[in-house]
């Protein structure tokens, strides 16, 4: 049977796969549009093989809410470039990871890919994940997934199109739209400011120590013959000043910069009826802490052009 370029683009639309996988699959099956799709997913282990030294640092970012807003699952899922992250295979692969993560029992990533594929418990997590390595053609991993339940009210926020995804945890006794506005905002000043604490209570000494010793050394540079006392009190300026930008509570509200977040979930929960405090925030940042290759495709494409 003559494969069209048609049959191809068909076939490619509805498994996201290559052109030349997808031209191939319907070679070895005749036409057989159904049988190329199964083909393309049996070949999904040798293509996650292969692909398996890529480095896979671009992805999403997304979290699934309980409808009682008392759970909630936050999830990382990485793939080579960008343009797979903007694919809507991908992207509906990655919600559907989110929703297996919020039903999940297991406590590590290892756990988790070895668990039935809520979508089809034939196969593990893992098998879904090969699969879709075979139909897009790109290294693809579930880096991490992080999960919380509360008494309280749980709200978040997604930036840049899953670039960023944040959820937060509140101790409120309601649900009111003050709750769950205050929720929303403080997931977006997380995400734009990337708060390290809570409040300064949730600083560790460790931490105070190691900062001290490094503010220490860069204002013993600075001294000109300065008295000791003198630079310990730059220092203790300095760490202040760092803390007001690390902790939560003590940073500027995105909205109105005449008050700190305190100060908004002061009004908020006279807003609510009820005090409204931050209990736990979790922030994923795509990529983050990956070393991403540096990649010139226009070099990349001529390469591609001169193996033909």
Known sequence: MAITAGMVKELREMTGAGMMDCKKALTETNGDM???????????????????????????VTFKIADDNKS???????????????????????????????????????GFLAEPWK?????TVNDALVE???????????????????????????HGGGRIGVLVELDAANDSDAVRNAAKDVAMQVAALNAQFI??????????AHEREILMEKAMQEANGKPANIVAKMVEGRLAKELKDVCL????????????????LKGASQ???TPITVKKFIRFETGEGIEKKEEDFAAEVAAQMNQK
């Open 34 to 60: 159904n049988a190329a799709v199964d083909y393309l997913r049996k070949k999904g282990q040798a293509t996650a093989q292969k692909r398996a030294g890529k480095i896979a640092a671009e992805g999403l």
């Open 72 to 110: 909630a699952a936050i999830v990382e899922v990485n793939s080579e470039t960008d343009f797979v992250a903007k694919n809507e295979i991908f992207r509906e692969f990655v919600n559907d990871v989110a929703a297996q993560a919020l039903e999940t029992a297991a406590s590590d990533m290892e």
């Open 119 to 123: 979508k089809d418990p034939s196969i």
């Open 132 to 158: 879709k390595i075979a139909l897009i053609h790109e290294n693809l991993k579930i880096r991490r997934f992080e999960k919380i339940t509360t008494d309280g009210f749980i709200g978040g926020y997604i």
């Open 199 to 208: 409040s300064r209570e949730d600083v560790s000494e460790e931490h105070l």
């Open 249 to 264: 509570m003590d940073q500027i509200y995105f909205r109105d910069n005449e008050q700190t977040i305190a100060k908004f």
């Open 271 to 273: 807003e609510a009826g």
